[in-house]
C-alpha cells in the first residue's frame, strides 16, 4: 500500500544534542510538509518542500531545517534541540499545491522526548 | 488562525447516538475545508473536506456543514460508535495548500 513512513516512530535526545527525524513516501507526491504537534494541541505547519523548493513558514525557529534528497525522502534536522521542542513531529504530502483533490496524506508521526 | 491551549474541548455521546462537532475557522479567503480524525497515537486521517463554494457535503455516516457568513464549520457523525471515539481537527486551506488547524475537540464515546 502506498504510505508515508516515519522513522523512527520514537526518539530520545538530550538537551543540545542534534537529531533528525525521517520521512519516506511511496505516493511520489510532489510536496512534502513536516508539522510539529505538541500534547493537546493542534499540528502546526514548520515548513514543506515543493518538489525541491523549500518554502519556511514566518514562525519556524531557526533551529529547524529540513533537506529532500530525492521525492521519495524527507529529513527534520533539530540542531540544538530544547526542552520546548519535545512534541510530535509529522510528515505530510500531498500531490500538488492548490486546486482540488491535494489531500494531505499523514504519517504516523516522531514522537521526540527531549532530556 | 493558529490553535493555542492546552485542554481540548471534549464531546461524550452515547453509542448509536449522533455527534455534532463544531469548529470556527479564521480566515475569510480560505477556499477549502477538511476534517481530520486523530487517534491517540497516530497521523491526522482524512475524513471529509468541502469547498467553500458549498454549503454541505456527505460521506458514509459523516455530513460537513460550511457557514461562510459566521465562518463556522460542523461535522456531523450519524450513528457513533466506540471506534470513532478520537480527536477531531478542523482545517482551513490559505496560501498554496498550507492547512492551519482548528483547536481540536475529544469524541468520547460511551458504550
Known amino acids: 500500500d502506498a504510505m508515508v513512513i516515519q522513522n523512527p516512530r520514537y526518539q530520545v535526545t538530550q538537551f543540545g544534542k542534534p537529531v533528525t527525524l525521517s520521512c519516506s513516501q511511496t505516493l511520489n507526491h510532489n510536496v512534502m510538509y513536516w508539522y510539529q504537534q505538541k500534547s493537546s494541541q493542534a499540528p502546526k505547519l514548520l515548513f514543506h518542500y515543493y518538489d525541491k523548493d523549500f518554502n519556511n513558514e514566518a514562525d519556524t525557529p531557526d533551529n529547524f531545517q529540513s533537506r529532500r534528497p530525492n521525492t521519495s525522502f524527507c529529513f527534520l534536522d533539530i540542531r540544538s534541540p530544547g526542552l520546548g521542542d519535545a512534541a510530535m513531529y509529522l510528515c505530510?504530502?500531498?500531490?500538488?499545491?492548490?486546486?482540488?483533490?491535494?489531500?494531505?496524506?499523514f504519517g504516523p508521526g516522531t514522537r521526540l522526548t527531549v532530556l | 488562525g493558529e490553535s493555542v491551549g492546552l485542554h481540548l474541548p471534549t464531546l461524550s455521546v452515547q453509542e448509536g447516538d449522533n455527534s455534532i462537532i463544531n469548529c470556527a475557522y479564521s480566515?475569510?479567503?480560505?477556499?477549502?475545508f477538511i476534517w481530520y480524525k486523530q487517534e491517540s497515537g497516530k497521523g491526522p486521517q482524512f475524513i471529509i473536506d468541502i469547498r467553500s463554494n458549498m454549503d454541505k457535503r456527505q460521506g458514509q455516516r459523516v455530513t460537513v456543514l460550511l457557514n461562510k457568513t459566521v465562518k463556522h464549520l460542523s461535522l456531523q457523525i450519524a450513528a457513533t460508535q466506540p471506534g470513532d471515539s478520537a480527536v477531531y481537527f478542523c482545517a482551513e486551506r490559505e496560501y498554496g495548500n498550507k492547512l492551519v488547524f482548528g483547536a481540536g475537540t475529544i469524541l468520547r464515546v460511551k458504550s
Open positions: 480566515n475569510s479567503a480560505s477556499d477549502y
Open positions: 505530510a504530502t500531498s500531490r500538488d499545491k492548490g486546486g482540488w483533490n491535494n489531500e494531505q496524506f
